[in-house]
Every structure is written in C-alpha cells, then in structure tokens.
C-alpha cells in the first residue's frame, strides 16, 4: 500500500505541461527536446488544439503574406500550403485518408474500424486527397491576395475548436490499447471549454473586428451577395462550418458509435475547407 509520502513524491502534470503536450502532439517541432511532459498531459491535447492551430494559421498565413511579394500569388498559396504539411507532418491528412477510406469501404463498425487503422491508403482515401486539396488550394486563391492570410489565421483555430466538440458528444469507438496514437482523449470540464471557446474563437472575432470594412467591400463586390449585410456574412462564417461539424458527427455516430483521431483529423480539415468556401463565394 502506497503511504502519503510515495504518493506526494510522485512526479505531478504541470499547468504547461498540457499546452506543450499538444505543441508536440500535433506538430513535427522537436520540442520534446526542451521539455518532455508527462504522459497523462497528451490525454488532454485536444483542449488545447486551437492554440496550436494560432501556430500552424500563422505559419501558413506568413509564408503566403511573404512570399506573395515575390512569387505570384497562386505559387504563394502552394507554398503555404506545403508549409503546414512539413509543420504538422500531415497528421490530419493522414486522417481524412483514413476517413474516407473506411467510411467508403466499410460495412460495417468493426470493418470500418479496421481499415480505418490500416496504414495503406485505397481509393476513397486517395480521392479524397486530391479532392480536398484541389478545393483548398482554388478556394484560398480565389480570396483577395491582401486578406488572405487573415482568413487564415481565423479559420485554423475555429475549425479545430468546432471539431473540438466530438470529444465532449461522443466516446472514443476504441480503447487505449488499440488506438493508433496510443492516447486516448478525456472528456474536457466546463473550464476547459470556455477555454476552447476563447481559443477558437478570439483570432475570428479580431480579425472580423478589424477586417470590418473588407468584409462589407466582399460583399459588395460580389452580385450574389451584394444583397447582404457585413452581420449576415460574418454569420454565415460561424455557421457553415458550424453545421457541417453537427451532421458529420451524426453520420460518425450513426456509422460507428464514436470518434476516432482519424475523425478529428479529416473532421478539422472539412470545417476549415468549408469556412474558405464560404469566404470565397464573397469574393465571387
């Protein structure tokens, strides 16, 4: 039997352990180099998600700002693009690979589980790739050159604080020892959720804020929106993804019972993807 004094000697998950557990968890930065955080810290990485998402948006965001100076703009886009796939190693790419592979070639909850957690990539995965990517790659195009990035740096963080939420609605489908990651994400309290909301949320609320008058110029400029108000677009910002989250995790929960890390992945990716297209339509 442990007394109080082997107890208290046992090494405790700092404050910072958290935030830097999901810094190393969803990126390729070696910071586990500097600190190594204890291994109940990566349980709680999703809480967390959309501050790394102020890391990886402001990446991409930088190097498309940057390098549109002195490359042409399409070129600038590939670019930022690339960017955060060397940062975060496709992680969530991985995922929606994955996603779409089971979903598509699975009958079944245990048949779409287990490809799901095959390392190999079919068809559906391989589509969905292409896909997803082509249709990033115009919608961030068809933006205005000079906002951009600031779309950018708001969509990341959101897309993840909404995708965020199928750890708190569903159990995991799987268990510790047949995860692929090895981790499985505990239940955030109710702290910790209005700390994903602030997370999520502040870069979209600053750069609406300052971005004001370019989002009524948007949609004056476009004859399908030109009818609507700065407030209706600025909702439909915080709507579309919003919606696409909520039927997604209806269909997860109709198909398998649960959420997997391959979920949130390919989850995120959509949500962003989705808030680009409803910028572009303003931008038509």
Same mark, same amino acid.
């Given at each position: 039997?442990?007394?109080?004094?082997?107890?208290?000697?046992? $090494?405790?998950?700092?404050?910072?352990?958290?935030?830097?557990?999901?810094?190393?968890?969803?990126?390729?930065?070696?910071?586990?180099?500097?600190?190594?955080?204890?291994?109940?810290?990566?349980?709680?990485?999703?809480?967390?998600? $959309?501050?790394?998402?102020?890391?990886?948006?402001?990446?991409?965001?930088?190097?498309?700002?940057?390098?549109?100076?002195?490359?042409?703009? =399409?070129?600038?886009?590939?670019?930022?693009?690339?960017?955060?796939?060397?940062?975060? #190693?496709?992680?969530?790419?991985? #995922?929606?690979?994955?996603?779409?592979?089971?979903?598509?070639? #699975? =009958?079944?909850? &245990?048949?779409?589980?287990?490809?799901?957690?095959?390392?190999?990539?079919?068809?559906?995965?391989?589509?969905?790739?292409?896909?997803?990517?082509?249709?990033?790659?115009?919608?961030?195009?068809?933006? $205005?050159?000079?906002?951009?990035?600031? /779309?950018?740096?708001?969509?990341? $963080? %959101?897309?993840?604080?909404?995708?965020?939420?199928?750890?708190?609605?569903?159990?995991?489908?799987?268990? &510790?020892?047949?995860?692929?990651?090895?981790?499985?994400?505990?239940? %955030?309290?109710?702290?910790?959720?209005?700390?994903?909301?602030?997370?999520?949320?502040?870069?979209?609320?600053?750069?609406?804020? /300052?971005?004001?008058?370019?989002?009524?110029?948007?949609?004056?400029?476009?004859?399908?929106?030109?009818?609507?108000?700065?407030?209706?677009?600025?909702?439909?910002?915080?709507?579309?993804?919003?919606?696409?989250?909520? /039927?997604?995790?209806?269909?997860?929960?109709?198909?398998?019972? #649960?959420?997997?890390?391959?979920?949130?992945?390919?989850?995120?990716?959509?949500?962003?993807?989705?808030?680009?297209?409803?910028?572009?339509?303003?931008?038509?």
């Amino acid at each position: 039997m442990q007394t109080s004094q082997n107890i208290s000697d046992e $090494p405790r998950t700092r404050w910072y352990d958290r935030p830097w557990a999901a810094f190393i968890f969803f990126t390729r930065l070696p910071l586990w180099r500097i600190h190594q955080p204890l291994p109940d810290a990566y349980r709680s990485v999703v809480e967390w998600w $959309p501050l790394v998402g102020w890391l990886t948006g402001g990446i991409m965001a930088g190097v498309l700002y940057f390098s549109s100076m002195f490359l042409p703009y =399409t070129l600038a886009v590939l670019l930022a693009i690339v960017a955060r796939l060397l940062l975060t #190693g496709a992680l969530h790419e991985d #995922g929606l690979a994955d996603f779409f592979d089971g979903f598509g070639g #699975g =009958t079944n909850q &245990e048949r779409i589980l287990a490809i799901m957690k095959d390392s190999h990539i079919g068809t559906y995965g391989t589509l969905s790739l292409i896909m997803y990517m082509a249709l990033l790659f115009f919608a961030i195009c068809s933006l $205005p050159p000079q906002y951009a990035p600031f /779309f950018i740096l708001a969509a990341d $963080p %959101y897309a993840k604080m909404l995708t965020s939420q199928v750890v708190y609605i569903l159990p995991y489908a799987r268990d &510790e020892q047949t995860a692929k990651s090895k981790v499985v994400y505990r239940k %955030y309290n109710l702290w910790a959720g209005l700390s994903l909301t602030v997370q999520g949320l502040l870069p979209l609320a600053l750069i609406i804020f /300052f971005l004001r008058s370019a989002t009524k110029a948007l949609c004056d400029y476009s004859p399908l929106t030109s009818h609507l108000s700065p407030l209706t677009s600025h909702l439909s910002l915080l709507i579309t993804p919003a919606l696409l989250i909520y /039927f997604l995790i209806i269909y997860i929960k109709k198909h398998i019972g #649960g959420y997997t890390g391959d979920c949130c992945g390919a989850l995120f990716l959509m949500a962003e993807l989705m808030f680009y297209l409803t910028v572009s339509v303003y931008a038509l």
